[in-house]
């Protein structure tokens, strides 16, 4: 029987998150393991009238392309991927992983150099996504995968799942456009901030944000959603931090990271594990040594670490910061191939001040 989780959360994707109108440019990219969902986004795209292509995946060929491709094979970019970032209205990419660590044993010098040889690709979508021409989200499939990685059942995992969505809520959409006006009130106690202090074991970091751009994630972009964020200001974050998840990058685990930064660049990084490999992406460009990133999770559905990404970032009580690009419509102006978030905790003694006032304590926000 299908779930129908999958419907609603469908629903809400295509009718609140980007809005898919007549005549949109669709592209629906995900691991074919995701059918339930691929399938009900195209069908609620057709129905709107829009242009939907399905660009289903084999996961283990991407494994196959590090180890086997040749340089110029790894370089390569498609006339057909260029044209999609120049055209599309709307992408939706479904996270479904059959196995989220196949990547790795990969050396990371061979990812690098597709990284490096799609970054135009990626500096046209964050522009076009910037000027609003192109909307965008990413979300997710549960697979047994994602499950083993958060150790949960399958079941159990698919409850956490699409409990974090709110799909069960009686107007989920309502609900999502709560947690909107919770940020709208965030963003308001920001105006005209500047210097932002985090506290936490092993952490001590101040960045500066003035003239920054706060941005809401409601649930277009992400789903399920629930942070704030901004580019902090590129030459100003000092201090260190202690990241207390493994950080997953290119299909790889770093644990224990610990990062100082002055002038806010990364002068020393250590880790516990796969410390080369941290290194290596560090090393990438020059601007993956630079934050582009300052988040606060604001999702208090979450509350527990899961090994992905899209949900980590977002657990209610933490911060995440992401060496590397930024997005431009925060203002902020770092590039990079590389976009590498790290989640800190701070549910447990740690504390926010932005200006010497109280934003979050032990994980709770205190204002709004």
Same mark, same amino acid.
């Given at each position: 029987m299908a779930d129908q989780r999958v419907e609603k959360l469908a629903d809400i994707l295509?009718?609140?998150?980007?809005?898919?109108?007549?005549?949109?440019?669709v592209s629906i990219r995900a691991p074919f393991v995701a059918e339930p969902l691929i399938l009900a986004l195209y069908k609620r795209c057709l129905e709107r009238g829009a242009q939907p292509v399905i660009r289903a995946s084999i996961p283990q060929a991407e494994p196959l392309l590090y180890r086997f491709g040749q340089d110029h094979q790894l370089e390569y970019v498609w006339d057909t991927d260029r044209w999609m970032v120049e055209n599309l209205d709307v992408s939706f990419t479904i996270i479904s992983d059959t196995n989220t660590r196949q990547l790795s044993r990969i050396d990371p010098a061979r990812q690098q150099i597709s990284a490096r040889a799609r970054k135009p690709l990626l500096d046209r979508f964050l522009e076009?996504?910037?000027?609003?021409?192109?909307?965008?989200?990413?979300?997710?499939?549960?697979?047994?995968?994602?499950?083993?990685?958060?150790?949960?059942?399958?079941?159990?995992?698919?409850?956490?799942?699409?409990?974090?969505?709110?799909?069960?809520?009686?107007?989920?959409?309502?609900?999502?456009?709560?947690?909107a006006g919770r940020h709208a009130r965030l963003l308001e106690w920001m105006k005209g901030r500047n210097e932002v202090h985090i506290e936490g074991e092993g952490t001590d970091l101040i960045l500066e944000v003035g003239g920054r751009t706060f941005i809401p994630a409601d649930g277009e972009c992400n789903f399920p959603d629930g942070e704030i964020f901004t580019g902090p200001i590129e030459d100003k974050t000092r201090g260190v931090v202690a990241f207390s998840y493994p950080a997953l990058y290119g299909g790889q685990a770093v644990e224990g990271?610990?990062?100082?930064?002055?002038?806010?660049?990364?002068?020393?990084?250590?880790?516990?594990?796969?410390?080369?490999?941290?290194?290596?992406?560090? &090393?990438?460009?020059? $601007?993956? #040594? *630079?934050?582009?990133?300052?988040?606060?999770?604001?999702?208090? @559905?979450?509350?527990?670490?899961?090994?992905?990404?899209?949900?980590?970032?977002?657990?209610?009580?933490?911060?995440?910061?992401?060496?590397?690009?930024?997005?431009?419509?925060?203002?902020?102006?770092?590039?990079?191939?590389?976009?590498?978030?790290?989640?800190? &905790?701070?549910?447990? $003694?740690? #504390? *926010?001040?932005?200006?010497?006032?109280?934003?979050?304590?032990? @994980?709770?926000?205190?204002?709004?």
């Open positions: 295509v009718g609140y998150s980007v809005d898919v109108k007549e005549g949109d440019l076009r996504a910037a000027d609003g021409e192109f909307r965008w989200n990413v979300t997710l499939f549960p697979t047994e995968a994602h499950a083993m990685e958060a150790q949960m059942s399958l079941a159990e995992y698919e409850d956490f799942y699409y409990g974090a969505c709110l799909v069960d809520a009686a107007n989920p959409v309502a609900e999502w456009k709560e947690l990271i610990e990062l100082e930064f002055e002038a806010g660049r990364v002068v020393n990084a250590s880790a516990r594990g796969n410390e080369d490999f941290l290194i290596k992406t560090l &090393d990438t460009d020059r $601007g993956a #040594r *630079i934050l582009g990133e300052l988040g606060i999770g604001t999702n208090f @559905g979450i509350k527990s670490f899961t090994g992905e990404i899209l949900l980590d970032e977002k657990i209610g009580g933490t911060v995440h910061l992401a060496v590397g690009a930024s997005y431009p419509e925060s203002g902020g102006v770092n590039e990079s191939a590389v976009h590498w978030d790290m989640v800190c &905790d701070l549910r447990k $003694g740690g #504390r *926010i001040t932005v200006d010497g006032d109280t934003l979050m304590e032990d @994980g709770k926000i205190v204002v709004a």
